[in-house]
């Protein structure tokens, strides 16, 4: 069995943003030599998420939109309880639960396998900072 371990690193200049990570995840299938198997991709970071979805702009903004009027940013203590503790993310955490930590994609013939339109996406909700994405493919 072959496997292969590599770490992504992101730094969103905003609080929130999505960025299409798929041509990097497959250049790492490539990289790996494993024709059949599995890739995880997995967000390394409880404010931040890896999910698979549409590379379509008009999504993407809805997406911002629903998850903050699911959980609105506010940094003040009065609102999330997770606040009072010094942090002002709490709704970054709860847009990372709705989002997914991480996706698994099977790889065929050497690539990864997706339905019509599917991509992968690293998912950002409390941005500004450097954070870890972990790729790991296993396989023959």
Known sequence: MKSLTKHLFFEIPTRMGFEN???TVQELVTESGVQEGLCLV?????????????????????????????????????????NRTGEDNADAHMKRQIMGREVVVAITDGALDFGPWEQIFY??????????????????
């Open 42 to 82: 997995n967000a390394m970071h409880i404010t931040a998420s890896v999910f698979i979805n549409d590379d379509e702009p008009g999504l993407h903004a809805d997406y911002k939109k629903w998850l903050e009027n699911l959980a609105p940013f506010d940094a003040s203590p009065k609102v999330y309880n997770h």
């Open 123 to 140: 998912g950002e909700f409390d941005g500004r900072r450097q954070k870890r994405v972990l790729v790991k493919i296993i396989g023959e």
């Open 21 to 23: 990570i798929t041509p």
